[in-house]
């Protein structure tokens, strides 16, 4: 049995701080599912993750853009994706599953609704699960066991200095 921990907030992090549980759980000998949501291009931590034994990374094969830049078709596509992930990572027999930016995923309605809360919901049953993201959505914070939020005080951005490799991505 396992618990349901969201890392949320507006703050930089959420994704690093479920790297990190990631990582502590493989080095426990843990089978762990990281899924990324909205995020196809190259990110220097999934070159990392992939060399560590007991770590599966499930992601689109393709970058598609923001959200209010997707085509009709586009959207209908990583719809699809999103599915299909989804449910290879609630039955690979994995201990841990991480859905990084799900939370945007199933706020702007890119993946099954209905069938994504059955899948979290009932994933605590065999797996420890992770939400990642901005908002999430209430239904899943009253469910949660762990909320972390992770506000930001300041960032470079406000400066105007971009992303940078090995920081942000």
């Given at each position: 049995?396992?618990?349901?921990?969201?890392?949320c907030g507006n703050g930089k992090g959420?994704?690093?701080?479920?790297l990190g549980l990631a990582i502590r759980a493989a080095g426990a000998g843990m089978k762990v599912c990281f899924l990324?949501?909205?995020?196809?291009?190259?990110?220097?931590?999934l070159n990392t993750l992939r060399l560590i034994p007991g770590?599966?990374?499930l992601r689109c094969d393709r970058q598609y853009p923001f959200f209010r830049n997707m085509t009709p078709e586009e959207k209908n596509d990583i719809t699809k994706c999103h599915d299909d992930l989804l449910q290879k990572a609630f039955s690979g027999g994995f201990d841990m599953v991480i859905l990084d930016e799900f939370n945007c995923a199933y706020r702007y309605g890119l993946m099954n609704r209905?069938?994504?809360?059955?899948?979290v919901l009932h994933g605590v049953d065999t797996a420890?699960?992770?939400?990642?993201g901005r908002d999430p959505d209430k239904l899943f914070v009253e469910a949660a066991d762990y909320v972390s939020e992770i506000k930001c005080v300041k960032h470079p951005y406000q400066k105007g200095i971009p992303a940078r490799k090995g920081i942000e991505y």
């Open positions: 049995m396992g618990l349901l921990h969201i890392y959420k994704t690093t701080a479920s990324q949501f909205m995020k196809g291009g190259e990110t220097a931590e770590i599966t990374v209905e069938r994504a809360q059955e899948l420890e699960v992770v939400l990642t």
